[in-house]
Antibody, heavy 121, light 108 residues
Framework: EVQMVETGGALVQSGGSLRLSCEVS????????MSWVRQAPGKGLEWVSV???????NYAGSVKGRLTISRDNLKNILYLQMNSLRAEDTAVYYC???????????????WGQGTLVTVSS | DIQLTQSPSTLSASVGDRVTITCRAS??????LAWYQQKPGRAPKLLIY???ILESGVPSRFSGSGSGAEFTLTISSLQPDDFATYHC??????????FGQGTKVENK
């Protein structure tokens, strides 16, 4: 059974740092594209970052240079290191596995329950 | 970046109604579009990928269609469990992945 559990969300001051974790069971993070998606209160979904199975990373422009995605293959954990946090980073952060079909990945077929990050100004 | 515009933003419907939601992309994305259902306080759930392929376990009253830049999600007969917010998302070869702003289906 696939399980994805995010932890690490907290209240943090503007300019501060935080590290989110997503503990995965039921599949290997190293064999999949893994993303972080966030949702500000009352707003829509926003893709944040992806780490490819080969290790390449991509970021949304709004977080590039401040947020860093990584993984621990042995522990089967996905991370999001968040630095220089801003009020606009306030959101529920979800980890999500990207599905693969017809030669392309990029849709999200499994999600964690989310963890709330609140940045106070 | 590829922009996705959903319409309507809110839809009022009754159990048994046929419901259609539209998602328009700012450029062609072939069929690389997914639909999700989200209930308050819960993570999104994948319904459809590649524009029209139903995810395993999703009821057959849900269907998706379209290609290029215009897509639709249809619920053939709305059920009580279907009142939720629906999001489209594109996964064309370029980054970033982007989502529509969401469509809330509420009880009339």
């Amino acid at each position: 059974e696939v399980q994805m559990v995010e932890t690490g969300g907290a209240l943090v001051q503007s300019g501060g740092s935080l590290r989110l974790s997503c503990e995965v069971s039921g599949f290997s993070v190293s064999n999949n594209y893994m993303s972080w998606v966030r949702q500000a209160p009352g707003k829509g979904l926003e893709w944040v970052s992806v780490i490819h199975s080969g290790g390449t990373t991509n970021y949304a422009g709004s977080v590039k240079g401040r947020l860093t995605i990584s993984r621990d293959n042995l522990k089967n954990i996905l991370y999001l290191q968040m630095n220089s946090l801003r009020a606009e980073d306030t959101a529920v952060y979800y980890c999500a596995r990207e599905g693969y079909s017809y030669g392309l990945t990029g849709f999200f077929d499994s999600w964690g329950q989310g963890t709330l990050v609140t940045v106070s100004s | 970046d590829i922009q996705l515009t959903q319409s309507p933003s809110t839809l009022s419907a009754s159990v048994g109604d046929r419901v259609t939601i539209t998602c328009r992309a700012s450029q062609t994305i072939s069929s690389w579009l997914a639909w999700y259902q989200q209930k308050p306080g819960r993570a999104p759930k994948l319904l459809i990928y590649k524009a029209s392929i139903l995810e395993s376990g999703v009821p057959s009253r849900f269907s998706g269609s379209g290609s290029g830049a215009e897509f639709t999600l249809t619920i053939s007969s709305l059920q009580p469990d279907d009142f939720a917010t629906y999001h489209c998302q594109q996964y064309d070869t370029s980054f970033p992945r982007t989502f529509g702003q969401g469509t809330k289906v509420e009880n009339k």
